[in-house]
């Protein structure tokens, strides 16, 4: 499987995107030519990205493609549970993070299936909550990577039927997390309960920053209630806790993710140009991970933990980001099943190889999540 890079034509808008003042997007639909679509294949490869990386990709995304179901869903195939949802959303953000499109490249059709089934399912919802019957229990992490994945197909190279549909999702779906927010500013696994914890949280707040960046409409108080609940939950150690309400130990996944969620929300530390409070509340996070969640550490959630990982090292860049992907490349090579796939956090293989073959396509940045 050849690799391609996309062209500074493609990029150009996205930059635009991501560089201007909340709220300041362009005017054009999600139809517009001038949006994003692919190039030609490209021989030079990122730094740090080996050909034995690059093998690793194609296998692992052959594997996804291979799995995928009739209907553009991936499930776990490994737990009890098989949530279609967020192994769909992951599995497609996996193939988009290639430079496939929904439209264009060799993963197009894959991701185009998979984009259809997650509008199906959402169209389904009569209150905005992007998930199957059999997931409600767990609701809010699918609906999380959804918005997630949408939000990344949303602005592409689409027709204006297709781009009107997602803007709608996308907007009910907002709304729904919003509502759902608890009076703390964090999530818990189901709408509605006024609890909260910090996976969850996370991944709406990611969520949200997605969807405000391709311009849908996005509370600002939602995402400063948010980010200061992640704040509240620091322990003294830097790192952050399960809940404000139950507090206990740092937990490392949940640290990592919080690293990401600052930095998408425009929370900064001293090496980046911070400055004040927020700055060191940032910089004790960033020196908890450093030691807590190494590549290789002991961890009940070790590929979650790595997905945010290595986004925040990537968006920090620099030594922290050249020493990083190296181990977790080198880590993840050896871990990759001979069918192409990898095992993750005992989830399944279509999780563990989303998220391995994300991670290890960092450094193309084709994603606009992964825009510095």
Known sequence: MM???????TVLPVLLVLVMPLGDYPSGSAGDSS???????????????????VKAIDRGLEYLIKTQRANGSWVSGYSSYDYPVVMTSLAGLALLSSGSTPETGPYAKYIRKAMYYILRVAEASKDGLICTHASRFRSMYGHGFAMLFLAECYGMDLDEKTGKRIRKVLDKAVALTAKAQSSQGGWIYTPYQNCDEGSVTVTQLQALRACKNVGIKVPEKTITRAVEYLKKCQN?????????RSRGSSRPPISAAAITCFYSAGVYDRQSGGMGKEAEMVEKLVNYCRHAARVGSASG?????HFYMAQAWYHRGGKDWTDYYPKIRDHLLRLQNPDGSWMGDYVGTTYGTAIATFILQLPYGYLPICER
């Open 236 to 244: 003294p150690d830097g790192g952050i806790c399960y809940s404000i």
């Open 301 to 305: 959630h070790y590929y979650y933990m």
């Open 35 to 53: 949006l994003a679509w692919c190039a030609a294949p490209g021989p030079v490869l990122p730094p740090m990205v080996t050909p034995a990386t």
């Open 3 to 9: 690799r391609f890079k996309i062209s500074i034509l």
